[in-house]
């Protein structure tokens, strides 16, 4: 389920999400990804019950940043280059995290920063600002203030909700950073809650909410997880994959991968590392066009720890009607989308 308040344009990464590559034709990958994921670090204050941090033992570390200069001035010579500040960690406990945001920018290069949003700050929020961050999308889970903190171990949902009021009065009229929300559901979540009333509250606040199907495969080898599987509802119909098509994977010590499924930093998943290898290089590499040849075009999956687990495909986009025409306060419409859901999963 997806919605704008002002419409699928003003997004700014719908040249990204509107292009033939999209989720349509991923195939040849061209000569450069579509998005680079990086990972300002791996640290973070909360322990998620889905999250695959609980599974590894890599070291905590944060981004040096004059390793990822030579990265930013590479994506700088490429026309609509878009970076992403995610991993698996909170991006905005990088100490020097109004840096590193101010780098991306100087270099003309399109950034988005995915955060758990209870680390921001006035101050950092007003730095985004000034830098006219492209996108700060918040992570939610549930529908809930119940549901969030339960899948959220550790979080206070009150003191999200201020944080993201907080962004979005300072913010004001402004267009950037455009706000954006982001929460998955469990299907006991889905049947207990009204993501109709989810979406239209958020609505008010954000540009962009979206609702999703949390996924818990990552994680099923947690004894904490395994009551909670039968709760989910994600497709686990095996799908080719669409991240090796689309997007490079940079740890916050310069590893490159195929894709940022990986928590644990294994060697299998690696490419190279940003000291001695570029983008393009990895991008281009046979290590890469033989990963897109077993998980891309083939349903080899089960060669590869971390894709053995993956059941990302993009049948959700089936079962959660895609709503971007549609204006937040389209009750009809918001209905009988989730009526479809809900039939859909029981």
């Not at 780098?103 to 920063?113: D, Y």
Request: aromatic fraction near 8%; include cysteine.
């Amino acid at each position: 389920m997806l919605t704008y308040r002002h419409g699928p344009l003003s997004d700014p990464f719908h040249y990204i999400f509107s292009s033939d590559r999209w989720l349509k034709s991923y195939d040849p990958p061209g000569s450069r990804p579509i998005w680079v994921n990086l990972e300002p670090t791996n640290v973070c204050q909360l322990d998620c019950l889905f999250c695959s941090r609980q599974l590894s033992q890599r070291p905590l570390g944060y981004l040096d940043l004059d390793l990822v200069e030579g990265l930013f001035e590479e994506m700088a010579k490429w026309p609509g280059a878009a970076l992403r500040l995610t991993g698996w960690g909170e991006p905005l406990l990088h100490p020097r995290i109004g840096r590193l945001v101010e780098m991306v920018k100087t270099k003309g290069v399109k950034i988005k920063i995915y955060t758990n949003g209870l680390a921001l700050t006035p101050e950092l929020m007003k730095l985004f600002i000034d830098l006219e961050v492209d996108d700060l999308q918040f992570s939610l889970q549930g529908l809930t203030p119940e549901q969030y903190e339960q899948n959220r171990v550790k979080a206070s949902f009150s003191v999200l909700k201020e944080k993201i009021l907080m962004a979005s009065n300072l913010r004001g009229d402004r267009p950037r950073p455009f706000l954006s929300l982001l929460t998955s559901v469990l299907a006991d979540e889905l049947a207990e809650a009204d993501p109709i009333a989810f979406t239209q509250e958020w609505s008010r606040v954000v540009d962009k909410v979206a609702v999703d199907l949390t996924n818990l495969n990552f994680v099923s080898q947690s004894p904490r997880l395994k009551p909670h599987l039968a709760r989910q509802s994600a497709n686990l119909t095996r799908g080719l994959c669409v991240d090796v098509f689309l997007a490079l994977e940079v740890k916050y010590d310069g590893s490159i991968q195929y894709c940022g499924q990986d928590a644990q930093g294994l060697a299998e998943h690696t490419i190279g590392n940003l000291k001695d290898m570029s983008l393009a290089a990895a991008w281009l590499s046979p290590a890469m066009e033989a990963k897109r040849a077993s998980v891309g075009r083939s349903l080899g999956h089960e060669r590869f720890a971390v894709c053995r687990n993956c059941y990302h495909n993009t049948t959700k986009y089936e079962l959660f009607k895609d709503l971007a025409n549609q204006k937040a306060d389209n009750v009809d419409n918001l209905k009988r989308a989730q009526s479809e859901i809900v039939e859909e999963l029981q």
